[in-house]
């Protein structure tokens, strides 16, 4: 139990460790596409005065000898850094290589552990142990604290994907809020035009919204929450706006985009609330469970 238990703790080392060397791998390739770009505007300065317009210039200001000199010196500082940073990154790489390869012997580790614990518990339990009341009732607890993480994670991720859904919704019906206020300024058919083609586009992505809030709202009955969110229904007759266009039927399609937008941003701002109870609470579970998890482990290589 003592190797298999090293073995998974070396397991959970190296993917932290991996999960660190990707975020860094992911910096560094955003740090050396900068210093490539500086590097070929440095190159390009020292093309133009070795040859071209800015070369003729600088010799007639009697100072392109300097000039050359400052701006390969600028390059060649700026090749040492990009230089630098490959390396680095390699470095890096072969960082990430060498934990996946080492990961990989170790996949087991944590299941072997797992089945161990599980084993001695069991012998324990059966036995009397003076420890079998107190491992029953971990376990009793710890399945439903498990089961309580994993239903808040479900819940948490269903509540991001509603909540981007309902992005793209309000990001439509602001570009056609957008338009309508330049129709009530005189914009004509051409806004009337951009406007059902922004609020054409708002329905049928509040259709998607609509159905990842009915599957935001199942998972949250999962874990106690009963709630029911609607969207209100996006307005796209287009007979009014073409055969009675004037500025109160202006002023009219303007206030039911602002008043579908009011709404759906509200429902966007429960959402964000929700899952950010949700996330706060999952913290908690997931905490609870780890100190479960602690004591159980205590008890049984005690």
Known sequence: MRDAAARMHQADHLRRLREATAEQIQQAHRTLADLELELSLEEDDVTRLEGGLSAVLARLLGNREERLDRERAEAAAA??????????????EAD??????????????????????????????SGGDARARELADLGATLDRVT????EHAEA???????????????????????ASTWDMFGGGLIADSIEHNRLSAADEAAWRAQRALDV????????????????PQVDTRWFVDTFFDNIIT??????????TRAEVAKTTQWVRDVGARLQARHAELSAERKRLLARREELLRG
Request: net charge positive.
């Open 250 to 259: 202006d002023v009219i399609k303007h206030q039911r985009i602002e008043n």
């Open 216 to 231: 935001f709202s199942r998972e949250l009955a999962d874990v106690g929450v009963s709630a029911r969110p609607h969207l």
């Open 147 to 150: 089961a309580d993480v994993r």
């Open 79 to 92: 090749r040492q850094r990009v230089d630098g940073h490959r390396a680095r990154l390699s470095r890096l």
């Open 96 to 125: 990430a290589r060498a934990a996946e390869d080492e990961l990989a012997g170790l996949a087991t580790a944590p299941k072997e552990y797992a089945e161990l614990l599980a084993e001695k518990e069991r012998q324990l339990i």
């Open 156 to 178: 948490h991720r269903a509540g991001r994907a509603a909540h981007d859904a309902l992005g793209h919704v309000l990001r439509h019906l602001n570009s056609a809020r957008n």
